[in-house]
């Protein structure tokens, strides 16, 4: 059989898109189908304390259909499955059996939700027809961008990077004692197609270096993790990333500036815990977990909505349809915070996976909370506008509402202005570890490095330190937003049962706040 290649998305294309308007016009009470089909080609190594341990080169493709269809209650019916290179041939016959299970699926989930809704009385009303918001429709064609190809890259020179990577940190010094490399580097091509007539191909390039160091002397132990990753070639790690929003080395000058950090912090003292809120100031980095946690998962719709309230949680800006925080100060009026596919990031993309232009959406606009990142059927049910936010990791799997590129944005102090304003606090630089509450009013999280200030000025360095606040007082308490914004990879953000890993971008400026210090004492 011929090889899994990017290539077949030209040759199935069109005939995905004339698929998806014939099947539902043959289906019986199908108002809506749409089919997503998807071919990766990556390649991926490891090494570990200076050994090689895995290498290889993939390719695998999957494919996902969505039926709505039923009377008088339409519903949706799911169907998706991974490719094998032999099926390939059989792909036309393979979509029209998904589609005709996911029909059926959706027929008996709208049977099920009318007879509900008659033996219900007073929560009749929460089963309802959720229609699609309309959308363009439209057909589009995105490449990919890079200026190495990723399939181009010798398999020998991903393997050779990422152990000479690893032999270096393990020589660089004695107190090293584990060090871990993983890249990757792949191209990635999506083709949506709906019966609305919408017909959608886009091509992503993504590269990735994973770094994990760890220190140890004296009886003090500290790992860091951290990752290098742009949607872009093999460039990202032989080269780092330069963009508007930030700057990274390469691959080997960002392992060995995370391993000087881990040497330094296994000298350092542990962090104090202080019994009140202090004056606090966190970099750009710290800032990207921080936004990610407490606005991105917070601003998706269906968490909001209570969809994935049993395993995940629920939304601090939302209780229900009558009682939420739009159009109400929920920060200080410094702090403005969006979402936006478009941005140069882990989260970029120009269409989401059911066809919707990617748009930047507002959530904070001074302080004054704004809305949501939605799908369709959220838009229409929250009477907002599509923002194009629903993906999947694979094209299997089920779209959830995911943050694209969520960010705090830029204000007018500058960083170092901020910290010379400071008699008495605290700088965090780096984000290790997120603890959140239920519906992450609150939070928990750990820096990588914590310095005290004092009359202006750095002082000490302290290990194993983070802050602890509510979310909404942490952000009314902002008293100035830097000029820097920056953005930075997210690998692993998780959501959704089964588990859906998906990567995005999370930045924002310099912050000062104040919170709870909370330390290693």
């Given amino acids: 059989m011929p090889p899994l290649r990017i290539e077949l998305i030209e040759e199935f294309r069109d005939h995905l898109a004339a698929l998806a308007a014939d099947l539902c016009r043959r289906l019986p ?38 039926v709505i269809a039923g009377d008088p209650l339409p519903a949706p019916g799911y169907v998706g499955r991974r490719l094998a290179p032999d099926e390939m041939p059989h ?60 399939r181009q890259v010798p398999l020998e020179a991903v393997a050779a990077l990422a152990l000479e990577t690893s032999r ?47 220190a140890e002397r004296e009886g003090v132990s500290q790992e860091l993790t951290d990752v290098l990753g742009h949607p872009a070639g093999w460039e990202v790690l032989t080269d780092g990333v330069s963009t508007p929003y930030g700057a990274s080395l390469h691959l080997p000058a960002f392992a060995f500036a995370l391993a000087e950090d881990a040497l330094a912090l296994t000298a350092a003292p542990a962090c104090p815990t202080t019994e009140s809120e202090v004056v606090v100031v966190t970099d750009p980095h710290y800032n990207a ?47 403005t915070a969006y ?69 705090f944005a830029a204000g007018t102090s500058d960083p170092a202005g901020m910290i010379a304003e400071v008699d008495e606090g605290y700088y965090l630089v780096g984000h290790r570890t997120p603890s959140i509450a239920e519906s992450r009013e609150q939070f928990r999280i750990s820096a990588m490095k914590v310095y005290e200030i004092r009359r202006g000025e750095l002082g000490r360095l302290y290990r194993d330190g983070g802050l602890a606040a509510g979310s909404r007082a942490f952000l009314s308490a902002v008293d100035a937003v830097g000029s820097d914004l920056s953005l930075f990879p997210i690998p692993n ?29």
């Fill in 168 to 214: 270096s940190l393990k020589e660089q010094h004695p107190a090293l004692v584990h060090n871990a490399i993983h890249l990757l580097t792949e191209r990635t091509r999506h083709c949506f197609a709906s019966s609305e007539g919408a017909c959608l191909d886009q091509e992503q390039a993504l590269t990735e270096g994973q770094v994990t160091v760890v």
């Fill in 493 to 521: 953000c998780g959501k959704g049962q089964p588990m859906q890993t998906k990567r995005v971008g999370n930045g924002g400026p310099t912050l000062r706040s104040r919170a709870r210090l909370v330390g290693g004492t």
């Fill in 339 to 407: 979402s936006d596919p478009a941005l140069p990031a882990y989260g970029q993309y120009r269409y989401d996976h059911e066809g919707t232009p990617g748009k930047r959406a507002l959530h904070i606009e001074g302080g004054v909370f704004r809305g949501f990142l939605h799908s369709r059927q959220t838009a229409a049910l929250l009477q907002a506008e599509p923002n194009g936010a629903y993906t999947a990791t694979r094209a299997d799997l089920v779209p959830l509402i995911r943050m694209n590129n969520t960010v």
């Fill in 289 to 335: 977990l921080l936004c990610h946690e407490i606005i991105g998962h917070p601003c998706e719709a269906d968490r909001a909505l209570k969809m994935e309230a049993a395993y995940a949680g629920r939304s601090w800006l939302l209780t229900d349809l009558t009682r939420h925080r739009v159009g109400e100060p929920i920060a200080s009026p410094l702090v």
């Fill in 29 to 66: 009470a199908c108002r809506y189908l749409d089919i997503r089909f998807e071919v990766t080609e990556v390649q991926r190594a490891t090494a570990e304390d200076g050994s090689p341990r895995a290498s290889g080169r993939e390719a695998r493709a999957a494919f996902g259909v969505r």
């Fill in 91 to 150: 792909l036309s016959r393979l979509l029209r059996a998904a589609c005709r299970r996911a029909h059926a699926r959706a027929v008996a989930a709208a049977a099920g939700k009318t007879a509900m809704r008659r033996s219900l009385s007073r929560l009749a009303r929460t089963l309802a027809d959720l229609p699609l918001a309309p959308i363009p429709v439209l057909r589009d064609t995105v490449p990919a961008s890079f200026r190495i190809d990723p």
